[in-house]
């Protein structure tokens, strides 16, 4: 047995090691291995591990002592793996096996670059997360602190650095970063005089033997929260090595920049040469076009523009001269150091005292997140007098400026276009707009001459004044060779909050100037989702229009309203939809498929006569898989209506399009549910087939098949409060059918007038209880004085359902009284239980329990058992006797 087990643990190990991959890792096999005894004590043997403890205590011996640094190395790779899946759980003991399984350096140079970049990560994250075990490691004192576990984590990753540097490795991005945090977090260096100062030539020996990419970010926040101004010199040398790297991520350019503002004062002269030289020299390596082409547009969104706004030195400075970079370096720092204290920073430029270039850097970089505030807060007032307090001052003043500068000021405008008044629009844009000169240098400049255009030619004093017919005059077109696509952007921007004037110059502007292809088309989209009517047809009418461009506007807008899912569409739009639709089908009879989706979904919303012409133009002319969906649409759009005359002629039009399947009995029981009238209910009583006069006079043959069981037309004509009606149809069948079928139409009456309902079309509330048991009582006097009929047990249970309703005049004292009277009054022994003895019992004991009278209720369960069982031995007798007489019957 002995040598038996001792196979398989040899077996097991056997293929441990010489596996490709590694063994799934498990604490205990880590806790044995790290463990300095041969074999460990018997309590923490697992039966999972045990081959594996086995092979553990024959590795220890020194004859294989050569095998286990190869089996440590499986482990701590399987222990990689197992993190990177997230199949392990960090408990204070794997944490601690793990450590002093690696406590030696041997194995460090088996191990890859990203093998041990792995592990300075985890053990980093470890170091960092708020549930790290505290008091997982103890010193030689025996004393266990509470943040000891810390410092030993950042002591194994500062020697995972060390030994890799001693191997020759490179570091890489993740491994100078976390070597950073682990110095700056390390007990002995907070215990040195000056840390940072230790601090920067550990940053400086990092970056020498690694990627600087992130290494220096855990390095400029501990400068930021530094309270000595003597540390000037060392973020300036940090500021300056950051602005030398070729790559420069985000995150590390906005610290920089906030050491700029948190040392700005300090600086001497020397240092802030040193830090515009670096900066310079990162700006002139700039590709130019690159830099103009990553520009944003009007079409950004807000969070693109404040990522760039934020980020991107490189497109805000420019190629400048040196003394001209540190103005914009420092409105640029107070700009993000006003950031950091309040979340929309409204700063007082006009104190910053940083020079043209610099206020123009920090107006686009402050102005392009620009924030949506109210009119009338004092923040909003103070924002809007510091826009007009630059534009006055260095937008508006006659000088002349480098392209980049004009390109700020031209882009900022865009931006705050709306904060200014209409004299102020008028005067810098005359100033900007007129100077064509100043255009014609780029095509990207081009590009913001249009968009200042259409901000000029947009507003409403511009709107208002004569000097649309001068600029839309075909002598400057010339001059301005984009003016028509500025005047395509000028009647977007119009539609958004003035369709009216866009209409106008749209109209102004069409004779003048060749207008972008959908200029037409974003205005009447735009205007029938505002309701504009006559404005829509009008443009509809347009006679420089030619029938396929208004096909396509009246396509557009119908698609507009498919996509928006709107269920209906406003009335004058509707009209101007149906007229333009008659008018296209006049100039053209076949209208192409593309419009046929839009015809379809268009058409039911109308449901008229007009939309029924339109739909027979269209159905002759249309596929045959279109003419079944448009008549199944339509059809169904005018019955909801109550158009019976119309949906009678479209059934007329199906019929000859050979289109009629199932079409008499649809209508029928659709116009039944509809509008039932008494020729309607005459008509379908059992056994008569006379025809039906529609709306129009004309008579339409009724099937035979297609009679309803006067039942329903009872409770159709009911539930549509025809209560006249159905009175007459019971009139009209008293005497084609029996008394007790004429007793039972009666409480089918009597039963439908009984249930609370209110009509869906009527904005009347539901009728109360106290209503509907007068109605009840009501129509059973009537029709028992008028019309011979003849109650039964049913028609009782019928208006006791109607009073047992009425809770506010009958409570449960009076309901007491009334099924004593109920027991004593009616024959259950000659009555049917299951029409009415077993719901009369029930009708009893939901209204005790409603009115919460336990006694009576348990009362009335009582009884009905005993009625059951009694029923029950009643059916077994007369199954017994119906037996006896078959058997008697097949005797003889």
């Known amino acids: 047995m002995l040598r038996c087990s001792r196979l398989a643990a040899r077996t097991m190990a056997t293929t441990f090691l010489h596996s490709p991959k590694p063994r799934p890792f498990t604490v ?16 923490s043997k ?36 197992s993190y990177r899946h997230a199949e392990l759980d960090h408990t204070p003991n794997t944490i601690r096996s793990l450590y002093t399984s690696l406590a030696t350096r041997s194995i ?15 053990f980093g994250t470890i170091s960092l997360s708020p549930d790290s075990p505290a008091g997982a490691f103890r010193d030689d004192s025996g004393f266990t602190s509470k943040y000891l576990g810390h410092r030993c984590y950042w002591k194994f990753v500062r020697q995972l650095v060390s030994d890799k540097l001693k191997l020759g490795k490179r570091l890489s991005t993740c491994d100078t970063y976390w070597a950073m945090v682990a110095f700056l977090n390390s007990p002995t260096t907070k215990q040195l005089p000056d840390p940072l100062a230790k601090a920067s030539a550990y940053h400086d020996q990092i970056i020498s033997n690694g990627e600087d990419e992130y290494a220096s970010m855990p390095y400029l926040r501990a400068l930021l929260s530094s309270d000595n101004s003597r540390h000037a010199t060392l973020a300036s040398r940090a500021i300056c090595s950051v602005l030398q790297r070729p790559l420069l991520p985000h995150s590390v350019l906005r610290l920089a920049l906030a050491c700029v503002c948190r040392y700005r004062q300090s600086f001497t002269t020397s240092q802030r040469n040193a830090i515009c030289q670096a900066a310079s020299q990162l700006l002139s390596s700039t590709n130019r076009h690159h830099r103009m082409s990553l520009l944003p547009s009007s079409v950004c969104s807000t969070r ?86 630059i534009w006055k001052q260095w937008a508006l003043t006659q000088q002349s400026r480098p392209s980049h500068v004009t390109e700020a000021i031209v882009h900022t405008f865009l931006r705050v276009a709306t904060h200014f008044s209409d004299g102020e629009l008028v005067d810098a844009c005359g100033h900007f707009c007129m100077d064509h000169q100043l255009w014609t240098t780029s095509r990207t400049e081009g590009v913001y001459a249009r968009s200042l255009m259409a901000a000029y030619i947009s507003s409403s004093a511009m709107v208002a004044s004569p000097g649309y017919r001068r600029l839309v005059n075909s002598d400057t077109t010339h001059v301005y060779p ?45 205007l029938s989702s505002l309701g504009h009517g006559p404005e829509f047809l009008a443009l509809l009418e347009d006679p420089t229009l030619s029938i396929s461009e208004c096909s396509q506007v009246w396509n557009a807008v119908v698609n507009w309203y498919r996509y928006q899912q709107c269920r209906s569409i406003h009335r004058d739009i509707l009209h101007a939809l149906q007229v333009a639709l008659v008018r296209l089908l006049q100039q053209c009879p076949t209208l192409p498929l593309h419009m046929l989706p839009a015809v379809q979904y268009i058409l039911p919303m109308a449901a008229s006569s007009v939309a029924v012409e339109i739909l027979c133009t269209t159905l002759r002319s249309s596929p045959k898989y279109f003419q079944r969906s448009f008549h199944q649409r339509m059809f169904a759009a005018l019955v909801h209506r109550s158009e019976y005359r119309l949906a009678t002629r479209l059934l007329d039009e199906m019929e000859q399009a050979g289109l009629t399947h199932g079409i008499y009995r649809r209508r029928l029981i659709i116009q039944s549910r509809r509008g039932c009238t008494t020729d309607l209910a005459e008509a379908n009583i059992p056994g008569r087939a006379s025809p039906i006069p529609s709306v129009s006079g004309a008579t339409v043959a009724v099937h035979p098949d297609s009679a309803i069981p006067p039942r329903v037309a009872l409770r159709l004509l009911v539930q549509r409060r025809r209560l006249r009606a159905a009175i007459h149809l019971l009139y009209l069948t008293r005497k084609s059918v029996s008394q007790s079928e004429y007793t039972t139409l009666g409480n089918v009456l009597l039963h439908s007038a009984s249930l609370r309902r209110r009509r869906a079309s009527s904005n009347r509330p539901s009728p109360t209880h106290a209503q509907v048991a007068r109605q009840v009582f009501d129509l059973f006097a009537h029709l ?19 009073v047992l309703k009425w809770r506010h005049h009958f409570d449960s004292a009076k309901v007491r009284v009334l099924f004593k009277q109920f027991l004593e009054t009616s024959a259950m022994s000659h009555s049917s239980f299951a029409r009415h003895t077993r719901p009369m019992f029930k009708q009893f004991l939901q209204a005790f329990h409603v009115r919460g009278d336990a006694k009576a209720a348990q009362a009335v369960v009582g009884m009905l058992k005993a009625e059951t069982s009694r029923h029950r031995v009643d059916m077994e007798r007369w199954q017994l006797l119906r037996s006896a007489g078959r058997r008697r019957a097949r005797r003889r």
């Open 28 to 43: 205990s096999l880590l806790h044995d291995l790290a463990s300095p005894n041969i074999l460990p004590s018997s309590s």
């Open 46 to 81: 697992t039966p999972s591990d045990a081959p594996a403890i086995t092979h553990i205590a024959q590795t220890n011996s020194p004859a294989n002592k050569d095998q286990r640094p190869r089996q440590k190395l499986h482990v701590l790779r399987a222990f990689l793996a």
């Open 108 to 122: 460090h140079s088996s191990l890859s670059d990203g093998e041990l970049s792995a592990l300075i990560q985890i």
């Open 304 to 389: 693109e523009l404040e990522a760039w706004a934020s980020s991107e030195l490189c497109l805000l400075l420019g190629p400048r001269p040196q003394q001209d970079v540190w103005p914009v370096l420092e409105a640029l720092a107070l700009y993000h150091h006003q950031k950091l204290k309040s979340r929309n920073p409204v700063p007082d430029v006009l104190k910053l005292n940083c020079g043209d270039l610099g206020v123009v850097c920090l107006l686009e970089t402050y102005v392009l997140p620009l924030p949506s505030y109210s009119e009338d807060t004092t923040h909003s007032q103070k924002y809007r007098q510091n826009i007009r307090a």
């Open 482 to 526: 984009f003016l028509s696509d500025a005047i395509g952007d000028a009647i977007s921007r119009l539609l958004n909050h003035d369709a009216l004037a866009a209409l106008r110059l749209y109209r102004l502007c069409m004779d003048r100037v060749s207008l972008p292809r959908n200029t037409h088309l974003v205005a009447a989209v735009r």
């Open 784 to 802: 028992k004085d008028r019309h011979q009929f003849q109650p039964d047990a049913v028609t009782s249970n019928i208006l006791l359902s109607a």
